[in-house]
């Protein structure tokens, strides 16, 4: 049967536990990005089809709500601080020793092996703990380069000991 078919029927599932209600799109689409950690456009036009709902409508609340994203993303999202009580902490510093460290190209934010996604942000609202970065939703706060390779390496420690 293959991967597609397990796609497809994760999709299904998810549908029929929000009872393929259109006004579920929302939570629907959330589950989505959950499993796959983005909403895969194969997935949003099966989601269309199936709901009766124009591929238009669901692309327009996919990208109106910052939480969604179109692009894949590593298993881990590192959230990088550079507002302006960060940058004055030199979060610039530990963007690139992040980057450095995952051996990201100036453009890339994600791990050819998909482990490690990096995204900047302008506030998280700890300014009292800049520079501040969030790895998997726990807050890291009055970092640097060095804590931050070391939260990272830590992160990869526990990936080898799962495989």
């Given at each position: 049967m293959g991967a597609n078919y397990e796609k497809?029927?994760?999709?299904?599932?998810?549908?029929?536990?929000?009872?393929?209600?259109?006004?579920?799109?929302?939570?629907i689409l959330q589950a989505v990005q959950e499993e796959y950690r983005y909403l895969p456009e194969e997935i949003l036009t099966f989601i269309s089809s199936s709901l009766n709902i124009s591929p238009a409508k669901i692309y327009g609340v996919a990208t109106f709500f910052a939480h969604?994203?179109?692009?894949?993303k590593g298993k881990h999202i590192i959230r990088i601080c550079d507002g302006t009580a960060c940058h004055v902490k030199k979060s610039d510093a530990i963007i690139n020793a992040v980057k450095?460290?995952?051996?990201?190209?100036?453009?890339?934010?994600?791990?050819?092996d998909m482990l490690f996604t990096i995204e900047t942000v302008a506030c998280l609202g700890a300014c009292g703990l800049a520079p501040v970065l969030v790895i998997d939703g726990e807050v890291h706060g009055?970092?640097?380069?060095?804590?931050?390779?070391?939260?990272?390496?830590?992160?990869?420690?526990?990936?080898a000991a799962k495989q």
């Open positions: 497809f029927e994760t999709v299904c599932r998810i549908l029929e536990e929000n009872k393929f209600d259109k006004s579920k799109l929302i939570p969604f994203t179109l692009i894949p450095k460290k995952l051996e990201l190209k100036e453009n890339e934010i994600t791990t050819k009055q970092t640097s380069p060095e804590k931050v390779v070391g939260l990272i390496d830590n992160i990869l420690k526990q990936e």
